[in-house]
């Protein structure tokens, strides 16, 4: 029993407890025991609702600023690398780099509120171009490696791990923050994201084919929810006859089929091309 639970049980009067109640082998007569007179079973309901609160304040403060401070890293080791040092004292600092020299870098308060990071910068964050970062991250652990993943890329995160693009090894190329220290750690199982999120892992590779064109960019493919797909997921359209591969996103989703949209400007799809969630064939060494 956590502290909060602890705290919330000593603040109900043990003399509203009958006589036949306690957390020790069951004694006396059993009916009598189950008889709760109405004052007894409002304090129970108290109870429960007290542990219950320190339940999710215990969930949602689980995780602490010292567990994630440190120096995160994601680029390409080109035009985009971008630092993100965060410190057990509620700080940050952000630099980003590029071919040219300093693009942007900023600073100020850090914080963790109800399971996710909040950063406060100091000057101007502007989103423009080689500028500016995210505010608002769920911190990740998989196996030995810790991530700060943006809260509006969570699902593209998931179809990383689906795809196989996630894990990378190293620190050279990386899509999301991985502290600098991780690169070559150990992965098993699954990202440990919110709860909320764990539905967009897929239990295994789902591959269909493109049964109708809606325009040259979006299409319906013939798996659907009945697969495991969610609007939101991002797959893999395989290259087909004179298109190359392309990303796509499920816009909707029916039992056995779903809409699929073309993620990059230039993409097109075809009737009879194969869509995958698993592209990517590597994946980090596991323990």
């Known amino acids: 029993m956590n502290e909060q639970s602890t705290a919330a049980l ?10 036949s109640l306690s957390f020790g082998p069951l004694g006396g007569n059993f009916a009598r025991s189950v008889m709760f007179n109405h004052q007894t079973m409002k304090t129970l309901a108290s109870l429960l609702l007290l542990l219950t609160i320190a339940s999710f304040a215990t969930a949602a403060d689980s995780v602490l600023l010292k567990d994630i401070a440190g120096d995160y890293y994601f680029g390409d080791g080109l035009g985009v690398n971008c630092s993100l040092t965060v410190t057990a004292k509620g700080k940050f600092t952000f630099q980003w780099n590029g071919c040219l020299g300093t693009y942007d870098k900023n600073e100020g308060s850090a914080s963790i509120k ?5 950063i406060a910068p100091q000057k101007p964050n502007l ?6 970062t995210p505010t608002e991250f769920y911190p990740v652990r998989w196996g030995a490696r810790m991530y700060l993943i943006p809260t509006n890329d969570i699902v593209e995160f998931c179809s990383d791990f689906n795809q196989g693009s996630e894990p990378r090894h190293g620190n050279r190329r990386t899509v999301y923050y991985l502290r600098r220290s991780d690169g070559d750690k150990p992965v098993s ?5 919110p709860e909320q999120w ?16 809606v325009g040259k960019q979006e299409a319906w493919l013939d798996k659907g929810s009945a697969d495991g797909l969610l609007a939101g997921m991002i797959l893999t359209a395989q290259p087909h006859g004179k298109l190359m591969f392309d990303q796509v996103q499920v ?9 699929i949209k073309c993620r990059w400007r230039d993409g097109e799809l075809a009737v009879g091309q194969t869509v995958s969630s698993r592209f990517h064939p590597y994946s980090a060494p596991s323990k």
């Open 189 to 193: 199982g699954k990202p440990a994201v």
């Open 198 to 213: 764990t539905k967009f892992f897929l239990d295994k590779p789902v591959r269909g084919k493109v049964t109708e064109l």
């Open 251 to 259: 816009e909707a989703v029916e039992k056995d089929r779903c809409r």
């Open 10 to 19: 000593q603040r109900i009067p043990t003399e509203s407890w009958p006589p």
């Open 127 to 132: 989103r423009d171009g080689f500028r500016g």
């Open 114 to 118: 109800e399971g996710v990071l909040h």
